[in-house]
């Protein structure tokens, strides 16, 4: 079993709609039980080449930013059924809809898959399905998570492989 950190957008992120993408991913995981993405022009199984060249033809970017967002995405091929997901800022809490000092650990139930479920931006096409039933949902200000909370900075970029297994120890000891 491997230990992913999976970050999603931040509240100030919009689609051009007005949408917020935090609320979209929110509402994904809470009533699909699907844990989307960004960057999503193109699966990512289609490899590097296809993925820079569909971002480029969006106009979205230059050929190196679009290479370094493949190779940010790319961990997510490896994630496997049973392996945990650890969502920093993001709780399933009805009352918690924004991001705020907590974060929820799921399990990957079903591997990487794409589509886009909305013409909405051509974006979040990315996701991986989760298995939340059991989910934990932590407080970073919670004296029994100061360990897990200080970690979790060290993971910036939206998919990231933990390595540490110290952090996966305390993240499973919830």
């Given amino acids: 079993m491997k230990c992913i950190v999976w970050r999603v957008p931040l509240a100030t992120d919009y689609f051009t709609d007005g949408t917020s ?26 490899g590097q080449t296809a993925y820079v060249e569909r971002q480029r033809s969006k106009g979205n970017t230059n050929y190196q930013e679009a290479v370094n967002r493949f190779n940010i995405l790319k961990p997510m091929l490896d994630i496997e059924a049973g392996d945990l997901i650890v ?40 996701f991986i399905e989760v298995d939340w039933s059991k989910e934990k949902d932590a407080t970073y200000d919670n004296a029994a998570q100061p360990y897990i909370s200080e970690q979790l900075k060290d993971y910036g970029k939206a998919i990231n492989n933990v390595l540490n297994t110290s952090l996966t120890n305390a993240i499973l000891s919830l």
């Fill in 87 to 126: 969502i920093p800022k993001l709780s399933l809490r009805d009352s918690e809809n924004t991001p705020g000092k907590y974060f929820t650990v799921v399990f990957c139930t079903k591997v990487y898959n794409f589509y886009f479920p909305y013409i909405r931006d051509w974006d979040f096409g990315h």
């Fill in 21 to 46: 993408k935090f609320e979209f991913v929110r509402n994904e995981l809470l009533n699909e039980k699907i844990l989307r993405q960004g960057w999503g022009v193109e699966d990512l199984r289609k």
